[in-house]
């Protein structure tokens, strides 16, 4: 079990969905949160329904400004939940640009400029918790989903190879896959969602795994298993199984 009591977590995408609920687990569990997205108005609404103490600090992961004066804000943790996401489902014959750009943008460089933020501080320390979260859809690529299953990809290979480089120091990473989630992201879906989680159910998983010291946690099962499964299998068999036309 790690010690919740007296930490400071950074939670940033926790103004809705899963990020709100995370924000709320490790509030209870006795840390003090930080939480960030870019609705000044959602994250006040958050802190004033969190039991624990907590601060709203707005943020823009996509403007590296913003994230810099956030962070200096936010001053020392030691944690940091990144769940800030973009999702919108589309196939390449109607690839809108701007639409991809953002996902990639929030999903994966949103990451890649927190990050840069918080490890330096981390690794003067030796000290560190870092959580990101990726998806079972990353785990292969996707018909209707050219922005965001490689984002998430993009995450998820970063966990490994941050894990990779600190699995011998004080610094601790996760990574985070869940399945679908009921959101206003997922919404936007027109197919079948097997096993589609409330934001809560999805939380408690995720805050449960915070707690332990495994790596990677991917969830639900046995959703999870096809999703890891399907990288074993052939070209042939994968696309006609996976990739209905859109």
Not at 79 to 84: E, H, P, S
């Amino acid at each position: 079990m790690r010690e919740w009591v007296g930490k400071r977590y950074w939670i940033v995408g926790a103004s809705e969905g899963l990020g709100r609920a995370v924000a709320e687990a490790v509030n209870r569990a006795g840390a003090e949160v930080i939480v960030s997205a870019r609705s000044e108005e959602r994250l006040t609404d958050l802190t004033a329904a969190l039991p624990g103490r907590s601060r709203a600090v707005a943020m823009d992961v996509t403007d590296q400004a913003s994230v810099e004066a956030a962070a200096e804000d936010v001053g020392e943790i030691d944690g940091l939940v990144y769940l800030a996401g973009l999702y919108w489902p589309q196939s390449s014959r109607d690839w809108n640009a701007d639409e991809i750009t953002a996902m990639a943008d929030v999903n994966f460089l949103g990451a890649i400029r927190v990050l840069g933020q918080v490890v330096p501080q981390m690794v003067a320390k030796d000290r560190g918790h870092i959580v990101l979260t990726g998806s079972l859809s990353g785990f292969r690529g996707l018909a209707g989903a050219q922005g965001y299953v490689p984002s998430k990809a993009g995450v998820m290979v970063l966990a490994e190879s941050l894990y990779a480089d600190f699995r011998k120091t004080g610094i601790d990473v996760q990574v985070i896959n869940p399945g679908f989630i009921r959101t206003r992201l997922t919404d936007k879906n027109d197919f079948a969602m097997p096993q589609r989680m409330e934001p809560e159910d999805a939380a408690r998983r995720f805050f449960e795994h915070m707690n332990g010291d495994a790596f990677k946690s991917s969830y639900p099962a046995p959703l999870s298993w096809i999703f890891r499964g399907s990288q074993f299998l052939p070209d042939w068999l994968y696309y006609p199984l996976f990739n209905r036309k859109r």
